[in-house]
């Protein structure tokens, strides 16, 4: 069974940082492209950030391109989010998702229970 | 960007009866190479995370109820439960993976008249 772990979220300062981490299970991560995706509190879903299968290739979002840094370990099955210079409209519920393939061009399939990074001061 | 339009934003429908939410694309998702629309269907419901319905427009993904199914091409893409039943009561959403930013619809609320 495939199985997303989110963790990291927090209460932050504007400006500061954070890194998520989403531990992934029952399939082999480095075939599967990876992606972030938020949800600010009662709106929408917003794409953030997506990894090919293997790191080979990244792809941001304009709001969050220069500030967030997406990579995996595959030693440890693991995906991160590196968030810095963070703002108050950065807050919300970051949910890490599986992609159907290696390519970012696939569908996004299985997600995370989701991790909250609420940026405040 | 390709910007998600969907319609209606929210709709009450009897139990038993058809669903049907639309989603427009700015520009065509079907890529040519392999002649499949980059489009996907999303289920969410209240305190959980989207899950998947309908990949490449109409495909159905393995566990989903048959009465929900997905259909068009190009710009314009149709989600349609067949017989609501309470458990779908949900923000359904749409999203283009043809080119990034791999955008989302805003959403439509389905809930039971």
């Known amino acids: 069974e495939v199985q997303l772990l989110e963790s990291g979220g927090g209460l932050v300062q504007p400006g500061g940082s954070l890194r998520l981490s989403c531990a992934a299970s029952?399939?082999?991560?480095?075939?599967?492209?990876m992606s972030w995706v938020r949800q600010a509190p009662g709106k929408g879903l917003e794409w953030v950030s997506d990894i090919s299968g293997g790191g080979g290739t990244t792809y941001y979002a304009d709001s969050v391109k220069g500030r967030f840094t997406i990579s995996t370990d595959n030693s440890k099955n693991t995906l991160y989010l590196q968030m810095n210079s963070l703002r108050a409209e950065d807050t919300a519920v970051y949910y890490c998702?599986?992609?159907?393939?290696?390519?970012?061009?696939?569908?996004?399939?299985?997600w995370g229970q989701g991790t909250t990074v609420t940026v405040s001061s | 960007d390709i910007v998600m339009t969907q319609s209606p934003d929210s709709l009450a429908v009897s139990l038993g009866e058809r669903a049907t939410i639309n989603c427009k694309s700015s520009q065509s998702v079907l890529f040519s190479s392999n002649n499949k629309n980059h489009l996907v269907w999303y289920q969410q419901k209240a305190g959980q995370p989207p899950k998947l319905l309908i990949y490449w427009a109409s495909t159905r993904e393995s566990g989903v109820p048959d009465r929900f199914s997905g259909s068009g091409s190009g710009t314009d893409f149709t989600l349609t439960i067949s017989s609501l039943q309470a458990e779908d009561v949900a923000v359904y959403y749409c999203q283009q993976y043809y080119s990034t930013p791999f955008t989302f619809g805003p959403g439509t609320k389905v809930n039971i008249k």
């Open positions: 029952g399939f082999t991560f480095s075939s599967y492209a």
């Open positions: 998702a599986k992609k159907e393939g290696g390519s970012c061009y696939s569908a996004t399939g299985v």
